[in-house]
């Protein structure tokens, strides 16, 4: 399968914004530019990785579940399998279940991934503590 790189020009206008151009060389037309604000140029990023991982579904990621137990008012503890992928709105979903869904953005997942670094390490600290009875 032969493969071909088109070239492509990144530069930045007065405003600031990313502007993307492809060489077409096609005297009647100008070369496409697509234009990007710099607030979106890392979620455009993840979208052109995922568009390029064609083992990707749609939508998804290929993460594997995750065990948890859900704790709720109606009784005892459901054990779930929870996932997490990001939607076609470039929003972080964490599904628990199929009632229960989490939708969060990129930055607060990324202050939720700090505060789990955070509560693992705890975690592991407490775990390797030599007990104070032995």
């Known amino acids: 399968m032969p493969k071909r790189m088109h070239p492509i020009a990144i530069d930045t206008n007065e405003d600031g914004d990313i502007l993307l151009t492809q060489a077409v060389g096609d005297l ?3 070369d496409p530019e697509i234009r990007i604000a710099p607030e979106q140029a890392a979620l455009v990023c993840g979208w052109i990785q995922q568009a390029a991982d064609p083992t990707r579904e749609k939508g998804r990621d290929d993460s594997d579940g995750v065990a948890a137990t859900l704790y709720t008012d109606r009784g005892g503890p459901d054990l779930e399998s929870i996932e997490v992928y ?49």
């Open 86 to 134: 990001v939607n076609a709105a470039g929003m972080v979903n964490i599904k628990v279940n199929d009632e229960v869904r989490l939708e969060v953005s990129p930055t607060m997942a990324k202050r939720l991934r700090e505060q789990l670094s955070r509560a693992i390490t705890q975690s592991l600290t407490d775990l390797l503590r030599p007990d104070a009875e032995a």
């Open 28 to 30: 009647n037309y100008p």
